[in-house]
């Protein structure tokens, strides 16, 4: 089955590290993303990590997979009000071919000045 | 960079009227998706579009709900006879038709139903 699941909320204060975790359920994904959402914006694709992976860096952002676990984690260094958004984590369980986007449901960050 | 767009942001319409929402997706992409976006919950996947067909669709798709890519270029979702409850934001997505499996999503139309 597919299920993602994420905390729904993180406050954090400028310049520090966000952590916003996710865990899924279906063991079959090959791809898991992080998309940002902004107020009233449609969905950015930040990163994304093959499951064959166990951690990628992009600038800063750290993405951590846990296979075993089925947990994934997006950390976001020296935090900036900028990053203020709700931060999706997504999988595609493969299917022979036609992607489905399963998405979690989405944690709030709020960055304090 | 390539993207995604969608018109119109943001559609109005009274209950049972027909609207349709459309998107140009990346020139060269194959796959076509929409997504809806009910206010304060999760994203949820509509529909797949592949080689003029759907290919998946999910059980909010219901016969109210038709896809089509009329030309080269657009791809278009409408619903027949608009419900209160289809008040969300719908994002259309497309992808290569390589192994990268990446979506690139537009900016959403807000359909709002009275």
């Known amino acids: 089955g597919e299920d993602v699941e994420q905390s729904l909320f993180l406050s954090v204060r400028e310049g520090d590290s966000s952590v916003i975790n996710c865990t899924y359920t279906d063991s079959s994904s090959t791809y898991l993303y992080w998309y940002k959402q902004e107020p009233g914006a449609g969905l950015q694709l930040l990163t994304y990590?093959?499951?064959?992976?166990d951690m990628k860096q992009d600038q800063r952002l750290t993405v951590l997979l846990n296979k075993k676990d089925k947990h994934l984690s997006l950390r976001i260094a020296d935090t900036q009000t900028g990053d203020s958004a709700i931060y999706f984590c997504?999988?595609?369980?493969?299917?022979?071919?036609?992607?489905?986007?399963?998405f979690g449901t989405g944690t709030k960050l709020q960055v304090i000045p | 960079e390539p993207e995604v767009t969608q018109t119109p942001s943001h559609q109005v319409t009274q209950m049972g009227q027909e609207v349709i929402l459309r998107c140009v997706p990346i020139?060269?992409?194959?796959?076509f998706y929409w997504y809806r976006q009910i206010l304060g919950q999760k994203v949820e996947f509509l529909v797949s579009?592949?080689?003029?067909?759907?290919?998946?669709k999910s059980e909010i798709f219901d016969d109210q709900f038709s896809v089509e890519r009329p030309d080269g270029s657009n791809f278009t979702l409408k619903i027949r006879s608009t419900k209160l409850e289809d008040s969300a934001m719908y994002f259309c997505a497309s992808s290569y038709a390589d192994s990268s499996y990446e979506q690139y999503f537009g900016p959403g139309t807000r359909l709002t139903v009275t």
């Open positions: 579009f592949y080689n003029n067909e759907i290919s998946e």
């Open positions: 990590i093959f499951s064959n992976m």
């Open positions: 997504a999988e595609i369980p493969y299917s022979g071919g036609y992607q489905k986007v399963t």
């Open positions: 020139s060269n992409h194959l796959y």
